[in-house]
């Protein structure tokens, strides 16, 4: 009896030390994985740290090189506006300059419109002054004065007027212009220009 109970004793004790001796190799099992675990995790946060570091690397290069083509575009906008800047002042100073000439022609013109108006007055003025001594004889015919002119047409003068105590005095007698007509034709008109006005105005009162 006592030695059953020994037997069973010692199969206890036996179960009892080979679950401490299990449950001390236990830990020792877990710390293993979970080592293992854990650089199996540092690994793989390495790889994932230089993968984002390699994007992060290539992000930044074209980052700068679409800032380097931002700012070439810049510069180049920059320098077409300063060019656009500069034709623009010279657009202005050139229609400034054209503006102020268009003035100073207008002023001319305008002076010359009135000086031509003028001129033109002063023309017809002495045109009527020179033509005021003048006269014009029709149905004359032609040939009749032969080579003296001026002694025919005061003869005519007196001769048809009665103005035979007139002191006649002609400048230039001439007919009018053009070539001498046919027989058919009516003759051409004597041109007689008086050296003085009142001489005309008598033989025009005669006749």
Do not use: W
């Amino acid at each position: 009896m006592s030695t059953s109970r020994t037997t069973k004793n010692t199969g206890r004790h036996q179960e009892s030390q080979k679950d401490v001796k299990e449950k001390k190799d236990l830990p020792s099992s877990l710390t293993e994985a979970s080592v293992k675990e854990d650089t199996m995790n540092v690994a793989e946060i390495l790889r994932e740290l230089t993968e984002l570091r390699k994007e992060n690397q290539e992000s930044f290069t074209d980052t700068k090189a679409s800032l380097f083509r931002l700012e070439s575009s810049v510069t180049d906008l920059k320098e077409r506006m300063e060019k656009l800047e500069q034709r623009t002042r010279e657009t202005q100073s050139r229609i400034s300059a054209a503006e102020d000439t268009g003035q100073r022609h207008e002023r001319t013109l305008r002076y010359l419109v009135r000086r031509e108006a003028a001129t033109t007055n002063l023309c017809d003025d002495l045109q009527n002054r020179l033509h005021r001594n003048n006269l014009r004889i029709y149905q004359v015919p032609e040939g009749s004065e032969k080579n003296d002119t001026v002694g025919f047409v005061k003869q005519l003068i007196k001769n048809q007027l009665q103005l035979k105590n007139e002191d006649i005095q002609i400048e230039r007698v001439h007919h009018s212009p053009g070539l001498k007509p046919g027989c058919p034709a009516p003759s051409r008109s004597i041109i007689v220009r008086f050296l003085d006005y009142t001489v005309k105005e008598a033989v025009l009162r005669q006749a």
